[in-house]
């Protein structure tokens, strides 16, 4: 059985083989648990969350586990993993709306509550795997939440629902479980042993109730009594008084049914009015249409008239009223529930039309008694009802041979049909469903189920339901609680000092779950048990039994076993039985069944055989499906003279049906045939057999036995071979030599068996190895010292190169070569080189899909981020790196060293295709380029920054483009000491294009506007607005191809047109279609220039 434990987020951290006492355990309302204890040959930390899968449930690490090194590389490990109930316990509910705030009141629907579960459990884990299943309806139930957690939140939703909680997975559920159609279970067929019954812890059971009417509404002077009455007057009601007299009084379940009318309310409204202490304060107000009587007539002496809302906003609250009869309207008293200024009612929290109300504490007309008795009758009669339980607990153990043949998947809440005319002689079954299961972990169908209609109050539960009067007892006596002493402590015991409870499980024999007495127990009084009494090294046998022991057989007898029985005086035997050992002629088969065949029926389809069971004392142990065989062998001729090997079809009380078909070999049953039970077809329990053959002078196991072939059906063996005369010894599976406790330090032995991981077996030695003289291999071993030597020398090797580096010829040969930046246990990589061919690593950013293999990387953050590593080499040769310093040498075209004038720089020259020589140098100061040589060209660029010498250049700008011969620029770009952007000092331009811009509505121009042309229609006026500051020499060309009138808005700067007239708004109807406008800062002044037009 092997076991995989995954980390939180779904990687595979640890395969285990749990021991056989490993169980888990589940049921309804209960913490499930899957407890685990194993050997690990490396020892691996479990963190929180980790988690295993068992029979399809998930079970997670709740706290960190580091396991204990019990011997070199060898772990041991016992760890409780938990099921979701555990992580409830964690739990803590908060408010997911409203920043995660711990201090919540929720007042909802059952499946509104079990949401809010459902969303903490997701906000803990970081998932929404967790959802809600089915949810029972309910009405809008109140719960604090401040300060609980979620398997708080879970027994007290369901408990104000009336019903269980329960979890399908990660799906909660709040409902009763129970589903599937009845499984039958019973001994021999799913059930291992008998049927045991027990009763259901703290769940309520009485046959006579005594109810308890409310005392709403109830005048005694008027009604006769001071609570609500049953219709007859019944002080108690009774059910199945034949299970005896068990009393109950219940009160709580009866306070809501009272005389009362559900009232709505009509019109609403509210006034404002001031307080005794200055402050103003609202009086709300509303009316009932409906209302059938006068409340002030019916007024209860000393009591004040209140009312519950039972709708709105209001719902739930509760008000005292005054009732005005002339106006036939209540007035609610306004509270002012919390330590500020907020009152209720108050917006929103105000009574609105439709809703509905309950008036009390008054004395309601008589014709409402009557329905408020029946109702309660009714009531009581469902509470009754309710409570008619069977609170019968039903235990039994499983045969994991059955379950497993059968396919059963047993699990909390499946309904099964317990089988028994003894344990239920009425009816020979009882239906009920399963509350919980521990089971085996190596065997999973070997469990103890727990069957009942009833759960016990849970652990959890049982505290929950005391945290009242603990806490209140707790500070009454808290100032004169005594000292505890610890289970570690050795304080002599008191009467004025407490055991701790683990002290009192230390100390003392649990008489549950039962221990081991470190010392002699002397008993003054008689010893009753209801089991076996054996030695700690008892083993049933005759030939090779040992110890002693007392117990009952499979047929109820009491045994004593023991070597040697001494009577002092006196020994009676109603019959004895004196064993010898005896001899047998021929194989010996060891199987489940067999018989001699006293006489055979030849049938239509099968043989009859039939055996003698001595008068009932004997039974052969076939069974249908067996396969038996017949093989007789004539010494003196050593041959073998019969044989035949048939499937068994039916089976009765002296007789079994032997297949003429369905069969291996010729030989016919007859009389004195002894057969034997050697395999079966479905079931792998009767598939077994043991073979001693004296003839051969071997023994061996058979399994797998379906078929009429042995071919691969030999799992062990020894004996003696005669043709060489040496002993063997086989196991097709693993072996085991040594101490019986493996995990023991000072254990030896040698293991032939797979390790955990591996998927080949091999050989395990733990203890010393001796080799005597004349043994061969590496001369007696004597290399073993020079070998062990060289490979110390070269331990350093395993902390430098980690993964199985090859000393090839003298080349280390790896994958990957990392270097971390500590020796720590939890040190990053941040530097190393790769060669690829690591998938696992192609995928984690040693690949890039433009580049290849990342095959060297520095400055990582750790192996996980090397794709951001600061520096990193491809092996399409691209590198990614930041600055580079150097003083010296060649990057290509570029020398890297200093230029004409000794200053620093990189000087370059290349030659292209057509012969020309580009050479320069990028220097601190300048970056010229020589866009060809002298014979080629007469000009040279140079990009200039401006604080470069100015000794060398007579203009500082970023840009100058020079003509040999002269000693000024052509161009300079963005010069510093002229306000000039470019300068043409001589020759032309061409291509000089300026943008052009369409306008079809009034718009502002910019400063990078030039060519406007304006198109609107004839219908349409269009203004254009000038920049407010625009810069010296702004030109506007404007063309007019088609406008109502155009407009100029110069922002208050004059315009100077050709005739003279200088204006700020100029406006033109018609006739000119061209216009010039050009600034000039220094006169502040748009100059205009109009040209043709239409006259």
Known sequence: ??????????????????????????????????????????????????????????????????????????????????????????????????GDNPVLILSAPAREHAALIVANLNRRMGTTDWKVGEVVVSEYIDIDYTGKYASDALSELSGAAGTEWWFDGMTLNISRCEFGEPIPLSYGDGLLGGISRTTADGVKFFTRLFPVGSSRNIDPDYYGHARLQLPDGAKYVEQDTQLGIIEHYEQEAFEG???????????????????????????????????????????????????????????????????????????????????????????????????????????????????????????????????????????????????????????????????????????????????????????PGSMTLKMSDVLSTGRISRIESNITSVERLTKQVASEF???????????????????????????????????????????????????????????????????????????????????????REAVFNTAVINQVTFQVGATVFSNGGCEIARVEDLDDVYRCYYDTKEGRRLCGLVVDDQVRCQRYDAAQHSVVKYYWRLVVAAGDDYVDLSKEDADGDGIPQAGDEIAQFGNRTDPARQRAIVINPLNGSVEVYALLDSYSLSEKNFVGMGADTRTGEAYLYAHGDVLFGDRDLSAADASWIAYRKQEGTDRRRLLIQGDVLFGPGSKGLSAMGEWKELADGVTALDYLKSVFPNNVVDNNGVFLSQLMAVKNSTESN?????????????????????????????????????????????????????????????????????????????????????????????????????????????????????????????????????????????????????????????????????????????????????????????????????????????????????????????????????????????????????????????????????????????
């Open 1 to 98: 059985m092997k076991l995989d434990i995954y980390s939180k987020d779904g990687r595979l951290k640890l395969t285990v083989a749990p021991e056989s006492s490993n169980a888990e355990s589940l049921g309804i309302q209960e913490e499930s648990t899957l407890s685990l204890s194993f050997t690990a040959f490396a020892c691996v930390t479990l963190e929180v969350y980790d988690y295993a899968e068992f029979q399809g449930r998930r079970y997670w690490v709740t706290e960190r586990y580091v396991p204990q090194m019990n011997a070199r590389r060898k772990w041991a490990y016992s760890v409780r993993l938990s099921g979701v109930e555990g992580l409830a316990a964690q739990t803590l509910m908060v408010n997911p709306d409203d």
């Open 827 to 1095: 040190a990053a990589v941040v530097a190393g080189l790769y060669g690829g061919g690591v998938e696992s690593l192609n995928n984690a950013g040693f690949s890039d899909p433009n580049h290849g293999i990342l095959m060297m990387f520095a400055g990582a953050e750790n192996i996980q981020n090397v794709a951001s590593a600061k520096t990193r080499i491809y092996g399409d040769g691209h590198l990614y790196t930041n600055d580079i310093e150097a003083n010296g040498g060649k990057f290509g075209i570029f020398e890297i060293g200093v230029n004409d004038w000794d200053e620093p720089a990189i000087k370059y020259s290349m030659v292209d295709k057509g012969g020309y020589t580009y050479s320069g140098s990028i220097t601190p100061e300048v970056f010229s380029l020589e866009s060809m040589d002298a014979s080629n060209s007469q000009y040279e660029l140079f990009a200039v920054n401006p604080l470069m010498n100015s000794d060398k250049y007579d203009y500082s700008a970023l840009v100058h483009l020079y003509s040999r011969g002269y000693n000024r620029p052509l161009i300079s770009i963005d010069k510093i000491n002229r306000g000039s952007a470019i300068e043409i000092l001589n020759g032309e331009i061409y291509g000089f294009r300026p943008a052009t811009r369409k306008v079809t509505t009034s718009t502002y121009l910019s400063d990078m506007d030039h060519t406007i042309v304006v198109q609107a229609g004839n219908s349409v006026p269009i203004t254009l607005t000038f920049p407010s500051k625009p810069q010296n020499g702004q030109r506007y060309e404007i063309l007019k191809r088609s406008c109502k009138s155009i407009s100029f808005n110069s922002g208050g700067i004059p315009i100077y047109r050709m005739n003279g007239v200088n204006e700020t708004n100029t406006t033109f109807m018609t006739g000119v279609i061209y216009f010039l406008f050009v600034y000039s800062s220094e006169n502040n002044i748009w100059y205009l220039n109009i040209g043709e037009t239409n006259s």
């Open 257 to 443: 049914i009272f005389p009362r009318r559900i009232g709505q309310v009509g019109t609403v409204r509210h006034e404002e009015a001031t307080g005794d202490d200055g402050e103003p304060f609202t009086i709300w107000y509303f009316t009932d249409p409906d209302m059938p009587f006068d409340p002030n007539q019916y007024e209860i002496g000393g009591l004040v008239k209140q009312v519950t809302f039972q709708s709105g906003e209001l719902r739930g609250r509760e008000f005292e009223v005054n009732y005005d009869t002339e106006k036939k309207e209540f007035e609610i008293i306004t509270q002012w529930p919390y330590d500020d200024d907020l009152q209720l009612p108050s917006e929103p929290l105000i009574p609105a039309p439709g809703d509905e109300y309950i008036l009390w504490n008054i004395r309601m007309p008589e014709s409402y008694y009557p329905a408020a008795e029946q109702e309660y009758k009714e009531a009581v009669d469902r509470f009754m009802a309710d409570n008619r339980k069977d609170v019968s607990v039903w235990q039994a153990p499983t045969d994991f041979t059955v379950i497993e043949r059968r396919a059963i998947d047993l699990r909390p809440g499946q309904r099964v049909r317990l089988e028994s005319a003894e344990v239920f002689p009425d009816t020979g079954f009882r239906e009920t469903r399963i509350v919980s299961i521990s089971r085996s972990v190596v065997r």
């Open 482 to 568: 005594p000292d505890l002493i610890r289970s570690w402590e050795e304080t002599p015991a008191s009467d004025t000092t407490l055991y701790t409870s683990r002290k009192s499980e230390r100390e003392f024999l649990n008489k549950r779950r039962g221990g081991t007495v470190q010392e002699d127990v002397v008993f003054d009084k008689d010893v009753t048990v209801g089991g076996a009494i054996a030695s700690k090294d008892f083993r049933r046998g005759d030939f090779s039994g040992a110890g002693f022991g007392l117990y009952r057989d499979e047929n109820g007898n009491a045994v004593a076993e023991v070597d040697i029985l001494r009577a002092r």
